[in-house]
């Protein structure tokens, strides 16, 4: 099924202690590249779809290693601009037990961070596409890049491309102002957003009254938050994970999924956590793929928490799992025994 | 204890991808060399059997890196056959949460599988001995094997050796009517057989109605399909041990024994996975183990559980546990404490 | 807050194969120096105490690189003596599942264990000092350090500086006779004593009918060893963490205190096991902090309750957590998620 | 310059043990993909031409790997048949000083070795090519890989597309008879020879005299055998790669070009070795790019021996040099200073 | 010999790919902590004086890695000022043969180049201070670090402090016009200038005529070099250290120092690099604790030589060797035996 | 050829921090165990004898451990006693360039050490012999293990097994005295010795004039020091290993032999160092191999100079290298090149 998908925004290098080390403790760094846009067009790429990444990379060797790299997993890197002055990077500690993962940027001033309109063929890129994913965390790069997002989603909606956004609140990155000033412009534009309760609070001021450290995952409040973005936003469809947190080595995970008119949610699944990176971009791409791929509802939801049940059993930020490996765990019990 | 115990099978190179990899992205493989048959056979050095292991290894470095990995743990090797073209491989990747592992084979044309009857002087072998364990992996490499493997043991038979056999059904190897066919007449010659039900139930179409997805263990159903093994073949004990997948990270664990009378079932174990692989291979050596030394029968699955639980806790397919640390756990309570 | 505490012992080069290996087939060991004083030290350097840390190291890199790893994380190393021997070392394996971690001790014949009592000049030692803090392991290793610990904490009351001592009695260093014998004299002069129900009942023959291998945290019986420690040796405090090990994955973890009026205990943890060294050490440290900046008793056992806990998500004998992050978890809910 | 050039052959797994271990002492395996005509691929993709790379890959993990590594390294993967049995492999062990590097191959009844003249269009694939490449490596595989080739050539003649093929006789593929009879036939249709004196002399019979174990590098003993080529094959200009191996760790490398007329030698260097795989096919990639970027005869020799000096540094296959890294060695001296 | 010097400088985290590979291919880095700056103080708490590293570091793990990391070699960090926004990293990736190493900067922005002179007193930092050593890479930073540099060998001077410079010239960071205008005002004040023969020509264009490509090491040419900075500067003595790169893998290296009456040069050492970082830096090292400890001008350059040669056998940045050890190279012949 | 050939000594665990690095600077060290004696073993092994290890070993993992590892390559360990307090150790650091490699022993009080005549039946070893093979580092250990070395030889004559002894004088097992006097008790019994010019001047006082540091191999002064040993012990043979450390990467290399009448000397070989240890027991290894299997004088040298120069190419103790490729190279020209 070739059909064409764009994501757009940042892939950083990421570097991870081994073994659970803290940052203070280690001598060695596993490097990866990700990022929740590139996160989602390889998972496009794995399920068949003609999957493009728009980027900026410098002309050094980590901006082609970061190319390479979703190249190697199948997605069209046509359409990345090169220059700039650095690839932005992103330390992640991961967490057991009781302690908490940790991440710490230093993306500032990375090649995308200070990309203009100029970089990015937008005829070109839309020009016979049918779905297009952005998130929140693109336009908090720098104001420039909250200019190109808006731009770029009018445009696609110019050329009736389904256009799909995951809010992803980052504090780190923007103000709740900000994100609420452009993100409200973003979303005039978008017909399936992805929004936790804490994306949808801290962008809209969205409430659903759940507490999510409370333990229990609070689906029906979820749905109350659901439609308040369908009302304010003309959306035709929301999405969601929702993850409860045992501790950081185990976690119960569920994604719902609400048109307006039905509120459907998937199987939850118990997670033995090996990186939860990716966790949310895995449901994404597989939310994309569904529905282009005519899914239902409920096929929907079962395909996506399936995909992002199993990302975080897979050490990086890509979703290395096939279609066929996904729907056998969507269609079926997942007993984790050896195929041979 | 000095008794002769003899194992025959393949012992293959093992590729397994480090912390969870998965083949996609991984660019280093940790490399062990196992198999059903050798396993047995080091589970049975560890205990102070006096254990051979028979094959057939090529002539090269990775045919002697096996034997050597044999040798090291204490089996003897005075009846390996060296020749044929390869040593068989397999890469094994090891599953997490609803991930399962993953097993490919890479073991056609291996010299085992295209060993003759003349490679092995069953004479020789079986002087002196007291038990011979095969399984139905060996005859299903190769039509020479499934002739040299009845031949064996009809060869022990005459010799009055102990004839074990796990049943160890593999479809990727050959087909249930090949199956069937050979492995009624193994049967004949065979003492004591270990048969999980999906063995027992692929092999011979012995069926117990359990569902092995089903989240509990089935001891009842397990009982009726070993008084059908039992019936069919005369064979003096059954045992199997019972999974109960709650994903590729934790498991319960629990083995039965039969012997036409009694039905005993050992305590269940809790396992927290590290390596999956050679579980069922080290109930095998620890009945082995268990019946030469006099044990009864509730003991005996008490040893061969503790035995093949721990295994689990242990990378590679090899039970590196001393006769000691099992009883310990067989005989009291494993609360994980160090020993200091 | 720059309060002078001094601990005193041996610390140890510990040998740990990777990746849960036994010993008997590994082929790399990670190398680590900790030991129980030491991680105490480095406990109260992470919280920003003034910590020393007193030892004997023999003049070689090894003694060298044990000395430079406490001062890596900001341990004071003024008044450690060098010469001697050897470095004491110890090899560790990491248990899983039904099987245990291993410790196997190579520390005969240590520079601190044939330290003498001219090694250490008390008297600038405890010059300025709040807190000094000694365990049943340091007068273990010899006779000589029977003689200087006991010598230790009589130098340390005439300096009015608080002593705290953990039991830690070790059967691989001495009997119950003669750990009986010097304890009961170092005790004399201890202020807070830190002791498991283990230790209290083999070192002085306390009891409290609990049965540590039963599954469930005995509370109310260690207050009774708690009372029974006080009222012998008339301590101000007594402290414990208290273990259950479901198995060497998981455990629960609490803490209490009492001070011969109030009885408090801590939240309890499930703790999914990375390196469980140090835990009791972990507590220690916590403790000191906490009574130097005035907690009371629920706080304090609220803040050794998190450091322990979360020492154990750590590799390595220390635990590297700052006050700030100790201080989230002992204060709040501990989800595990993501900073970012 | 994006001129279309085509590889075709076999690429397999490469199983290398780290750190100069032999086979039977390690426990570990890096691995890569690789190939001589995949390497000569990857070489022109770095160098800016179009390069497509032609082979058939089984439908699983290792054949996916496979592809994704060429394609992460800018090779267009287009032409690349899916399906067979498996991947070859072959193991590579790394010498030093006086111990030779070892290959052991594990490549029979690969998916490439089995494909027909079905799973490839070679009409679709040399439309619009400017160059096409094969190697006396894929022949050699089977009979089917003999006609295939033969077909290629042909195939290639008549869309005037250049051909250049480098004899690499594998005396474990095939015999010097069979060798001889299949490449005379290809050698038909081919404008450009790369043969070594061992494979002019293993292929042809073509001799020059020459000693290469003598330990000195026999550039007119070459003259001669280039001039027998050409005049046997009438092809337009040969090429080879000329080396002394003072030993394992330290060769001197020379490469040297003949059109019939003029007879260029590249400056020599000596290779300090970290693999020297792959040194061979790097000249291939080299020539090829500079031939159809209008570099002279010297200028060919001078790019060639400086990106095949340069590949014997790099760990794996693969030459990852740039196009400016390597001019400026081939256009200047090389000292090895630190760029900062 | 407890005589207190300081440095002055940026500490970098640096990134190094393992084993030779090239950035575009791993997914492993090495980290380090070090800079010129740093690497000389280790040098000379080494050799038993009271070294002091001056910087400001970031309130993160990576800051206070860095600060740990001097730390734990004996370097004090009484005077290290901590905030700002980021640590400064470069990743360097190991030449062999003709491929020179690589390293790229990523230290932007890092909080030592946004410093103040309000980050650093002085006063207190030079109080009984006998020795203060700072580069051209300081200045280089930023225009701040321009002003504090010059402020602090001001105020050295004003304290009788003995002022070192290794003039380090960095395209990378400014240009020979802000170079030469800065360094000519540090120059006012230093007593001791380190300058290879590139850093003398870039910063303030003197030239010596002599070919650093050429293979042979240029002394006379250095003389004239040395004489000239003098000349121009009044420093009392200009050191150097010379190389000729025969490739990446093996160098000649040797040391010179010119008191304006005596020009003395070390035994020449052929080096087997196993990590070339950090070699200059040693010399520095070595001449600092050579003048302080009184050695003449000849003992001054074999300890030198010796101490900087040997660093390129340690990999890291920093000159891990005992002044026992130094002065057995320096004094003696160097055969490369085991001691045992 | 089944020759039975027994070795004599201490096997330790060897411990080397991996790449170069320094102890100081090391988290991780690669573990092996050898020792003179059991490498000896497992090159006669290699080559076809029925090589016995004798010596004593903890009944602890690490013992284990010991054991497996020489059984793993061949070794009959039919005569190892079990018992004792611990395994020794040493720590290998290896150099390079001006580096010297460093070891650091951790050996007393290990199991051999401390063991006792009634430990070894001599008797059942030596029966069906033909050599016997010790060194002057077993007596060295202990004054026990001299009076069993002693022993050892005396019933070895008995049994008219021939006796080798390596002097390997150990200044830091004992002093010249002590060595001279146990080693010229031992030496009444040796028929073939081994030494180098510092064992005969360290153990005897032999002095040959020649200086080991000169670079240049003095192989005239080497014939006078092996007649003083004929002269003087009535041996029949000397050899030895004559090492030039160019410096630690880079060694020339020649052994040498002399039976009182001819002097042979083997070619010379310039070796890039891998790993030094273990160089001269495979000269050891290789001379008891070719005068059992009959090689004259020169064929024996030049078969053990080719075994000895390759061991230093492979990481660890043992010499992993087959008869047949140790006779390619000791028979014809080393070029380095790869089989394929």
Redo the contacts between chains.
Sequence with gaps: MSKKVVTFGEIMMR?TP???????????????YGGGEANVAVSCANYGLDAYFVTKLPE???G??AL??V????VKTDYIARGG??LG?Y?CES????????????R??SAIAEANSDDFNWDEIFSEAEWYHVTGITPALSEKMSEVTIESVKKAQEYDVTVSCDLNF?S?LWSQEEAKRVMSEVMEYVDVCIANEEDAEMTFGIESGSD??SGDINIEGYKDVAQQLIDRFDVDMVGSHLRV???????DWVVVLYDGEEFVKSTE??????D??GGGDSFAGALIYSQLSGKDLQETVEFGA?AS??K?????D?N??TLEEVEA?AEG????????
Tied chains: 1, 2, 3, 4, 5, 6.
């Excluded at 967490?95 to 230093?106: K, L």
């Excluded at 699944?269 to 090996?274: F, G, L």
Aim: glycine fraction near 4%.
């Design positions: 570097l081994p073994e659970n080390q803290r940052f203070i403790q280690t001598d060695e760094f596993n490097v990866i050094n060797p980590f082609q290693a390479n790299e190249r190697r997993y199948g002055k650095r990077k330390f967490g057991a037990s009781q302690r908490s993962s940790n991440v710490i940027y230093d500032a001033h980052r780190k999510i450290e947190s045992h501790n950081a080595s185990v976690n699944y118990r997670v033995h956590i090996v939860r990176v399936a049940a199993l975080q059993s897979i050490p990086g890509f290395h799992m765990i019990p997942a007993s984790g025994r050896v195929k041979r």
